[in-house]
C-alpha cells in the first residue's frame, strides 16, 4: 500500500514556502551544513519554538535569484510526490531586507513556481504581531494578484500571543474587497481562536484540530461544511499531541468533519506528504478511499473555479 500511496494523485492546501526549502540548498547558499538550525529536534517544545527554525530560511530568501530558486524546487518535491494542486503560502513582507518591493518579491516566487510543470497558487500571509497597516498592505496585495497566482489570504504567527479576535478589522476590510481567506486557529490557541476565525467568516481553518475541545463547536464545524487543514507530523512537533496515536484526526474524520492532509512545513518538520500518509495509515488504519476522500475535501476546499475544480476532480475519480 506505501508504493500505492506514493503514486496516489495527491491536493495539499497548507504547505508553508519558507518552512519547506531545501537544506542542501540553503547550506549550499551559506556554505557550511545548516540542516540542523532548519529542522525540528528535541529543543522544540511549542509553536514559539517551533518558528525559530525559520530564522536561516527567510534570511535567504531576500533575493530575487533565490526566491525563483526555492519555489521552483518546491515545486519540483511536490511534483514528484504526484500532487496534482498545491497552495503554497508566506508572508511577502519578511522578503524585503535587501530592497526588493513586494511585488518584486511574489513576481519572483510565481515565476519560479511556473517553471515546472504544476498547478499551484500562492496564499499571503498577514503575520499575528505586525502593524495593521502592513497587514492591510498585504490583503492588497492579495486583491492585486487574485486570479494571477495568487488565490487568498492568511494569518499566520504566534496565535497564542497574539489572540485572532484582535484581527476582526483585518478580515472585515479583507471581506469588501472580495478577498478570500483561510485562518490559523486551533493549532496553539483554542476554541476562542477558532469561534472568532469562524464569526469572521472563515470556510476553512490552518489546523483547527483544537475544535475536538468543545463539542458545540465541533458541531459548527461539521454543520457548516467547515474545512480543516490538518497537519499532523507538525502538531506533534509544537506539543498540541503527544504522539502520532495521540493525534485527532481520526476522531474528526469519523465525526464527519471535512479533514486534508498537510505537511505544513516539510523541512522544519522533517517530512514528506507521502510520509505522511503512511504514518496516518500506520497509526489509524486509513484507507485509500479514506485518503482519497481527503483530497476531494481538498479540492472541493480549494481556492479555485468551479471549471478548475472539476479538471482536477476527474485526476481524482480516475484514480
Do not use: W
Request: aromatic content about 6%; glycine content about 4%.
Amino acid at each position: 500500500m506505501d508504493e500505492e500511496i506514493k503514486r496516489m494523485p495527491k491536493v495539499e492546501l497548507h504547505l508553508h514556502l519558507d518552512g519547506s526549502v531545501r537544506t542542501s540548498t540553503a547550506s549550499k547558499i551559506l556554505n557550511q551544513d545548516v540542516t540542523s538550525k532548519m529542522k525540528v529536534n528535541s529543543d522544540v517544545t511549542d509553536l514559539n519554538n517551533y518558528l525559530e527554525k525559520f530564522t536561516i530560511p527567510v534570511s535567504l530568501m531576500q533575493t530575487k535569484e533565490n526566491l525563483i530558486r526555492i519555489s521552483r524546487e518546491l515545486a519540483e518535491d511536490l511534483k514528484a510526490e504526484n500532487i496534482i494542486y498545491a497552495e503554497i503560502r508566506f508572508a511577502p513582507l519578511k522578503h524585503l531586507e535587501q530592497g526588493l518591493t513586494p511585488e518584486e518579491v511574489i513576481d519572483s516566487v510565481l515565476e519560479g513556481l511556473k517553471r515546472v510543470n504544476i498547478k499551484t497558487n500562492l496564499i499571503l500571509c498577514a503575520m499575528r504581531g505586525d502593524t495593521a497597516e502592513n497587514n492591510r498592505l498585504v490583503v492588497d496585495l492579495v486583491k492585486k494578484y487574485l486570479n494571477k497566482g495568487v488565490c487568498a489570504l492568511d494569518l499566520a504567527g504566534a496565535e497564542a500571543l497574539f489572540k485572532t479576535k484582535d484581527y476582526q478589522e483585518l478580515f472585515k476590510y479583507a471581506t469588501s474587497l472580495s478577498v478570500p481567506f483561510t485562518i490559523h486557529a486551533g493549532e496553539a490557541d483554542g476554541i476562542e481562536s477558532i469561534e472568532s476565525a469562524l464569526s469572521f467568516g472563515a470556510k476553512r481553518l490552518g489546523h483547527g484540530v483544537r475544535a475536538g475541545e468543545n463539542k458545540e463547536t465541533l458541531q459548527k464545524i461539521i454543520e457548516n461544511n467547515i474545512t480543516l487543514e490538518v497537519c499532523p507530523t507538525s502538531n506533534i512537533n509544537t506539543s498540541i499531541f503527544s504522539s502520532y496515536k495521540e493525534h485527532n484526526i481520526r476522531i474528526l474524520y469519523d465525526a464527519g468533519v471535512k479533514v486534508t492532509i498537510n505537511t505544513d512545513n516539510r523541512t522544519v518538520s522533517n517530512i514528506t506528504i507521502t510520509e505522511e500518509y503512511i504514518r496516518l495509515k500506520n497509526s489509524f488504519n486509513f484507507t485509500i478511499k479514506d485518503f482519497n476522500n481527503m483530497n476531494i475535501n481538498a479540492l472541493n476546499a480549494a481556492f479555485l473555479t468551479e471549471e478548475e475544480k472539476e479538471l482536477l476532480r476527474k485526476q481524482l475519480t480516475l484514480y
